[in-house]
């Protein structure tokens, strides 16, 4: 396993366009997340997935943003009509669901790269 | 917003020194999370920590869960230069699946 995979890791638009980020997942990762970090901030939660099911939406993700996860592997985040304040970087992790504590390392998020967008 | 304090918010150090970080939350947590994170790149885990009063080792690093389940510490002994970075704590609050991070320390080192 290569770990968590984001694509692209770089991204530059012009205000007004979309833009669309792909995250794969762990394999046997049940749980997707997304999140935003922008300059000298924490990462900022803004969805989460188990499975193909959509089960927390941060109110940071505005009606501009969608995030799907069909078939329960693989997910997109997809900015509609981007804003220069959309520049950030959008950081996916995923991990395990449930209880179990240290050994089934449940709820230990494994991040990828991460995904820089920057809106000119 | 956050839920986490974390200080300190940056750190100036000379190689060999031991480093101590922290994180405070008015809420009670149920699980710790300490990562780092490189220019450019995504959080890496160090160090997760389960229950409260538990001290965890990592190599260099040792994080411990305070008892009052609001806080948590940071050591890193006799730091190198690949231990600079950006340091951030992060957990679960009773009940909710998200993790959420605090601002993170950023580690300088002097050689």
């Known amino acids: 396993d290569t770990g968590v995979s984001q694509d692209p890791r770089h991204k530059i638009t012009k205000r007004g366009q979309n833009v669309t980020f792909r995250c794969d997942p762990i394999s046997e990762h049940n749980r997707l997340y997304w999140y935003r970090q922008t300059l000298g901030q924490g990462p900022e939660f803004l969805t989460y997935f188990q499975n193909e099911a959509q089960l927390e939406k941060s109110r940071l993700l505005s009606d501009r943003f969608s995030a799907e996860r069909p078939k329960g592997s693989f997910s997109t985040l997809e900015i509609q009509r981007t804003e220069q304040g959309d520049s950030a970087m959008y950081l996916c992790?995923?991990?395990?669901?449930?209880?179990?504590?240290?050994?089934?390392?449940?709820?230990?998020?494994?991040f990828g790269a991460g995904s820089r967008l920057t809106v000119l | 917003g956050q839920q986490l304090n974390q200080s300190p918010q940056s750190m100036f150090i000379q190689e060999g020194e031991d480093v101590s970080m922290n994180c405070t939350s008015s809420?009670?947590?149920?699980?710790w999370l300490w990562y780092k994170q490189d220019p450019g790149e995504g959080p890496v885990l160090l160090i997760a920590l389960y229950k409260a009063g538990e001290l965890t080792s990592n190599g260099r690093l040792t994080a411990q869960f305070g008892i009052t389940r609001k806080d948590s510490f940071l050591n890193i002994s006799a730091s190198i230069p690949s231990d600079v970075g950006i340091y951030f704590c992060?957990?679960?609050?009773?009940?909710?699946?998200?993790?959420?991070f605090g601002q993170g320390t950023r580690l300088t080192i002097n050689p």
């Open positions: 992790a995923s991990s395990r669901s449930g209880t179990g504590g240290r050994l089934a390392g449940a709820n230990v998020l494994t």
């Open positions: 809420s009670i947590f149920n699980t």
């Open positions: 992060a957990g679960h609050t009773q009940g909710a699946q998200k993790l959420v």
